[in-house]
């Protein structure tokens, strides 16, 4: 029976995976994915979602709890960056050292500014909204589908 378990497991996420691709609503599809695994698990689906201090619904509040200033302040930061014109700046700045010719050196390039933010100091969450701003234009310009 413990084979069912890790199957479930590998069938939630690989369906949670294929759901996030198509554009589905992650919350919907997160509560499918635990559904799933509470299920092959054995678990009482009562208990597992809306449970005590382990329950899908406990854990997704203290991590919104935690995590929501965070992502809020990476959002108007890259939201800045887009409308100050600065993400533009650093765009041009990237092609111009990394060129357009390659779309793999465009992708190196923006991997590079994002290890710069994040070896700097700022938290990888933060560092993609800011990056997401800086990739846009890059990408229309080297014809990479967004």
């Known amino acids: 029976m413990e084979w069912l378990g890790v199957a479930g ?3 939630g996420l690989v369906f949670f995976v294929i759901a ?10 997160s509560l499918i994915t635990a ?25 997704l509040a203290g991590f919104v709890q935690k995590n929501l200033l965070i992502f809020m302040g990476g959002a108007i ?5 887009d ?3 600065a993400a533009k700046s650093i765009a041009n700045a990237v092609m111009g050292k990394v060129g357009s010719k390659s779309p793999y050196l465009v992708l190196l390039g923006i991997a590079a500014v ?12 933060v560092a993609m ?18």
Not at 77 to 81: R, S
Request: hydrophobic share 55%; proline share 4%; glycine share 12%.
């Open 9 to 11: 497991i590998v069938v």
């Open 20 to 29: 996030a691709m198509k554009g589905w609503n992650v919350l919907i599809t």
């Open 35 to 59: 559904v799933i695994i509470a299920l092959t698990n054995g678990m009482d689906i009562a208990a597992a979602m809306v449970g005590g201090e382990s329950s899908y619904v406990t854990g």
């Open 77 to 81: 930061m890259g939201e800045f960056m």
């Open 83 to 85: 409308k100050s014109g």
């Open 114 to 125: 994002g290890a710069v933010l994040t070896y700097s100091g700022i938290s990888m969450f």
């Open 129 to 146: 909204f800011a990056l997401i701003p800086l990739a846009r234009p890059l990408f229309k310009e080297c014809n990479i589908p967004w």
